[in-house]
């Protein structure tokens, strides 16, 4: 049990109304509706290709919809470029492949985000960005470049470079999908802490262990269509569709 | 036959004094381009469509004429043209700068290009504008890339200095002729001026290759 649980009667965050999305011909997203409140920790689950990955980028507005509309805090998501720079400070993203600045210190990573985006002096952003290296776990690696860090600890890092933000949601792109499975742990273990915290938090993953001890919610995902979404228990111990249990069958997954 | 490096070794400080104007007007040469070249990939990418045409047009149009053809048009066309007369040395550093331009901004445009597009995203994942982008996170990461390339137009700059012998800019291959002209001393002269270039680009050539094996990882994303 998580004591971030969120009640029932918690402000929504995010609300997707019958959202789609089609690169050309191909229907990524069809129908896509449901919603994340506050402190809750939603995971997306299903197939590769299925949409899930492109339901996160079009949160903050990384893809554009085509279809429907998404709501953030209750307004919808702005198409102005400056508008949807300001939704964008406020949602933390981590990638599946890092996306650490190469060229930067894992400590100048963090402090790029607040630097540049929200104007903090040098100081105050240092200040932050020590104290979130050290929240991941990697005071001592401030000053190792990506290069000289393990895939578990640029991710960390890159958790950390989300947060430094302050959102009041992060999202996460298949976190732990390029890493060595000695090193996923550190990764989860991270993610864990965060939605203990409170944190809002999207987790796109194939890691059902975690979907089912941390989320709060799992929508399962085919073919750019929610096939089922509900609370881990009804998902992993008595999925209502027949396609919710063949995909997690063939994940060898026997509940 | 015998040699005579008698009059290479009396005139030396003629030459070293051609050595200093090769080295000078490489270096404005290739500061110059570096400048231009990077301002021209920006707009080429992200400028309006009218000015993107017209730097293709003089990429392609840099790329198909002889570097010696733009250098003698600089110095003997282009003040007929306009009125405005630039000595020797201004001529060639505009005209071979001119030139090496159009390759430097294809090198970078390569460069920028080669960036993870995840990279970008992370960038305005963090809310950064597309410029911010540019400046702290492409082009730095893009450099480091573009580093060999670079080094490899720095040798050709050094190399395309020596045709401005031909407007007369007192640099090292126009000191060479001269000499060799008035003391029948070709071979050994001509010898000697290979030497030299030999030993202003060689050391480029090895350096930036030392350089980039040390911090190529910066810019592996």
């Known amino acids: 049990m998580t004591i971030a649980t969120a009640p029932q009667t918690a402000a929504t965050v995010l609300q997707y109304r019958d959202v789609q999305k089609l690169y050309g011909d191909f229907v990524a997203l069809q129908g896509v509706s449901m919603e994340v409140k506050k402190q809750q920790v939603v995971c997306l689950i299903g197939p590769s290709g299925s949409g899930k990955s492109t339901l996160l980028r079009c949160t903050n507005a990384l893809e554009t919809i085509d279809g429907g509309e998404i709501l953030f805090d209750g307004v919808r998501l702005p198409k102005d470029r400056t508008a949807i720079r300001k939704v964008r400070q406020r949602m933390g993203m981590v990638f599946q492949n890092f996306e650490l600045f190469p060229h930067k210190t894992a400590i100048e990573n963090v402090i790029m985000g607040p630097s540049t985006v929200l104007g903090l002096s040098d100081e105050a952003s240092r200040d932050r960005a020590e104290a979130l290296l050290k929240k991941v776990g990697l005071a001592d690696k401030a000053k190792n470049y990506p290069a000289n860090l393990s895939g578990g600890q640029q991710q960390r890092v890159a958790i950390a470079r989300a947060l430094a933000m302050e959102p009041e949601v992060m999202l996460f792109d298949e976190p732990t999908s390029a890493l060595d499975p000695e090193t996923i742990g550190e990764v989860l273990n991270v993610m864990k802490a965060l939605a203990d915290d409170g944190m809002t938090m999207i987790v796109v993953t194939h890691e059902m262990t975690f979907a089912r001890r941390v989320a709060d919610h799992v929508v399962v995902f085919e073919r750019g269509e929610i096939i089922e979404q509900g609370p881990p228990k009804q998902i992993f111990e008595a999925p209502t569709t027949a396609r919710t249990r063949d995909f997690l069958g063939h994940l060898g997954w026997d509940g | ?221």
């Open chain 2, 1 to 221: 036959m015998d040699f005579n490096f008698g009059p290479v070794i009396e005139s030396w400080r003629f030459l070293a004094d051609g050595v200093r104007i090769t080295v000078l007007l490489s270096l404005s040469v290739a500061a110059c381009s570096l400048t231009f070249g990077t301002l021209v990939a920006l707009a080429r990418r992200y400028g309006p469509k009218w000015l993107q045409a017209i730097l293709i047009f003089y990429i392609d149009s840099m790329r198909a004429i002889p570097v010696l053809v733009v250098l003698v048009w600089f110095y003997f066309a282009f003040p007929i043209a306009t009125g405005i007369n630039l000595p020797p040395f201004l001529s060639a550093l505009v005209a071979l700068s001119f030139n090496l331009t159009a390759y430097v901004a294809e090198i970078v445009r390569a460069g920028m290009e080669s960036v993870r597009p995840g990279q970008v995203r992370a960038g305005l994942a963090l809310g950064m504008s597309t410029p911010q982008i540019v400046r702290k996170i492409v082009l730095p990461q893009a450099f480091v890339r573009m580093m060999p390339a670079l080094g490899n137009v720095l040798t050709l700059t050094v190399k395309d200095t020596a045709i401005a012998a031909v407007i007369a800019v007192p640099e090292l291959m126009r000191r060479a002729d001269a000499i060799a002209g008035q003391t029948y001393t070709p071979v050994e002269v001509f010898s000697t001026v290979m030497l030299l270039y030999f030993c202003i680009i060689f050391p480029i050539t090895r350096g930036v290759d030392i350089v980039y094996k040390r911090i190529s990882f910066l810019g592996r994303s």
